[in-house]
């Protein structure tokens, strides 16, 4: 049905206006009380998914990445897809436009996508109330919400840290945990925001207003070479941090077939031809963290092989967003079929027993 009726349907509008209507839809279906009746779609559940991380029970470890509901439009419909957790943002403490449209296009050929939205977001005055809406009218119990914060473009790298600082402390008691978001290729301020002094001061001036101790976690890039990597890594353990996310999308363009007017869109690739890059990003967190940091992986996650890898390169949680949008919204339920299936076909007890299992990656040699 998604593929075959309302892909196409969506499919035949810019991208960008395919999202809106998206969103529009969610938005209507949560004011008009229906996540309920999504649930019961998706109550596919079972006790070998559950994981405990952060001091938070996961249902299961298949979560909704950033960018999808930037602004909190229709968090419990999302939810009712059957996600472990769902992701909200990235939010600017300042209403801002993000870069000119169009910023986001779909490479079909390679089930990719390439944006460069830079942060479009309505701001703390918008997205305080409806998170805090959303805490009190549609949030069941179990449901875990993460806020991805980001930096406001116009104020300057100095001001970076009280910036993130803000955001965090005006959403800090409706979110389950917090991703810093120092990844973003799209507003020409990457490098910047993954220096090591100014992401510790950052991380640092953000610590300082969390009262509650939730969970803080950073998104890193998937460009980074594996020395800055090893570096920013150690940043994370400086700063005490709970968790790292690998990764955000990426500048580079490597083995697309998609037209080269599409490949040659500035901006960041998500989806398919990410997974590998993604994934060794993941694997090498793990190898230096030996496991002492949990690790969320992102990035051209498609089916439950992905997720496999993905945990057993060391990663304790997964994400999907463009996936969502090869594949509809009843991949999240597949997926935990599949990853259910996967641990009694191979006598495991738990979803927990994939992360970084060598030797069951050597038997499986994937
Ligand atoms: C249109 C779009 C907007 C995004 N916005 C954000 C964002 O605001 N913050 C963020 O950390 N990541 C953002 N991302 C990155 C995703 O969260 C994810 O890291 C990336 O897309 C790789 O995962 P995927 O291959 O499953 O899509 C965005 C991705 C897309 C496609």
New binding site residues.
């Given amino acids: 049905m998604y593929k075959s009726v309302v892909r196409p349907l969506l499919f035949s509008l810019d991208a960008e206006t395919a999202h809106k209507v998206v969103l529009q839809t969610g938005h209507v279906a949560q004011a008009l009380g229906l996540s309920g009746m999504l649930r019961q779609f998706s109550v596919f559940e079972d006790a070998k998914l559950e994981t405990e991380l952060f001091g938070l029970k996961f249902k299961n470890p298949i979560g909704l990445?950033?960018?999808l509901d930037?602004n909190f439009e229709a968090l419990s419909i999302w939810q009712a897809l059957g996600f472990g957790f769902i992701e909200a943002?990235?939010v600017t403490v300042h209403p801002q436009k993000g870069n000119p449209r169009p910023r986001?296009f779909r490479l079909p050929q390679d089930q990719a996508?390439i944006?460069r939205?830079g942060?479009p977001s309505e701001g703390l005055e918008v997205v305080v109330p409806r998170a805090t809406r959303y805490h009190s009218s549609y949030r069941k119990p179990g449901d875990l919400l993460a806020i991805?914060v980001?930096k406001t473009t116009k104020v300057s790298m100095d001001e970076a840290p009280s910036d993130f600082a803000q955001t965090f402390e005006a959403l800090h008691e409706v979110g389950d945990l917090f991703?810093v978001?120092v990844s973003?290729p799209n507003t020409g301020e990457i490098a910047k925001l993954q220096e090591k002094n100014k992401l510790k001061e950052i991380l640092l001036a953000i610590k300082e207003k969390n009262r509650e101790r939730k969970p803080l976690l950073v998104?890193l890039g998937p460009d980074l070479s594996p020395t800055e990597l090893g570096t920013l890594i150690e940043v994370c353990f400086e700063c005490e941090l709970d968790g790292i996310v690998a990764?955000?999308?990426t500048s580079k363009r490597e083995g697309l077939s998609s037209p080269e007017r599409l490949q040659s869109q500035q901006g960041?690739l998500?989806?398919k031809p990410?997974f590998q890059r993604a994934r060794s990003v993941v694997a090498q967190i793990y190898a230096e963290t030996g496991g002492r940091i949990p690790i969320v992986a992102?990035?051209?996650?498609s089916n439950c092989n992905d997720v496999v890898d993905m945990m057993l390169a060391g990663a304790s949680l997964v994400?999907?967003?463009?996936?969502l949008i090869y594949e509809g919204p009843l991949l999240v339920q597949q997926l935990k079929k599949d990853l259910t299936q996967f641990l009694n076909t191979n006598n495991l007890k738990s979803v927990n027993d994939l992360v970084g299992n060598m030797a069951l990656k050597e038997a499986l040699r994937v």
Wanted: charged share 10%; net charge positive; glycine share 22%.
């Fill in positions: 990445a950033a960018g930037k943002g990235g986001i996508i944006n939205m942060f991805n980001a991703i978001d973003c998104k990764t955000n999308t960041g998500s989806g990410l992102v990035g051209g996650i994400q999907i967003y463009t996936a």
